[in-house]
C-alpha cells in the first residue's frame, strides 16, 4: 500500500502554475523559434533548430513530470489543532542549541524548500516536531550526531 503523498494547497498551486507558465508561454515560444529555423532550410546544421528541438523536448518532460506529480498528490488542507500541537501546515518557531531561531512551515517531502522556510514532515526537523507544541524540547538525530531544538511558537497563518 503507497503512503499517501500530500501537498498544501498554496504547493499545489505553485505547481499549477509553472505547468501552467510552461504550456502557455514557454513551449508556444519554443515551436515558434523551432519552426522560424526550420524554414531556414538544411536542419542537420542549424544550431537553432537543433537547440529549438532539444529545449522542446526538455519542457515537454518537465510537463509530464509535473503532471504526474499532480496527479499522484494529495491536496490537503493545513487545520489548527486546538491543543496547539505542530502537524501538517503549521508554521513552527524553534530555537536551536547555538540560540539561533528559525520558523518553519511543516510541508510534504513534494513542496518542501528550506531557503523558503519550508520543511518536509519527512525530514529528521519535521518529524520530531510533530506533534509538538510550544515549550516542547525535542532531540533530532542528524549524521553529525543529535541535538535539540526548543519550540518556540506554534502557528496557523504566515508570520
Do not use: C
Amino acid at each position: 500500500m503507497a503512503a499517501h503523498r500530500y501537498i498544501t494547497p498554496d504547493g499545489f498551486r505553485r505547481l499549477s502554475e509553472e505547468h501552467w507558465e510552461i504550456w502557455t508561454v514557454q513551449r508556444p515560444r519554443i515551436v515558434r523559434e523551432v519552426e522560424a529555423a526550420a524554414a531556414m532550410g538544411d536542419r542537420s546544421e542549424n544550431a537553432e533548430y537543433i537547440y529549438g528541438k532539444r529545449k522542446l523536448r526538455e519542457l515537454d518532460g518537465r510537463l509530464r513530470f509535473l503532471s504526474q506529480k499532480m496527479d499522484s498528490l494529495t491536496v490537503l488542507e493545513p487545520a489548527p489543532d486546538r491543543s496547539g500541537k505542530a502537524f501538517f501546515g503549521a508554521w513552527v518557531t524553534v530555537e536551536q542549541e547555538d540560540g539561533e531561531a528559525r520558523t518553519w512551515r511543516l510541508v510534504g517531502a513534494d513542496e518542501f524548500d528550506v531557503a523558503r522556510g519550508l520543511l518536509s514532515i519527512d525530514s529528521p526537523l519535521g518529524r520530531a516536531l510533530l506533534g509538538k507544541k510550544k515549550g516542547d524540547v525535542v532531540v533530532v538525530q542528524r549524521p553529525a550526531g543529535p541535538t535539540e531544538a526548543t519550540i518556540l511558537k506554534v502557528g496557523w497563518k504566515a508570520p
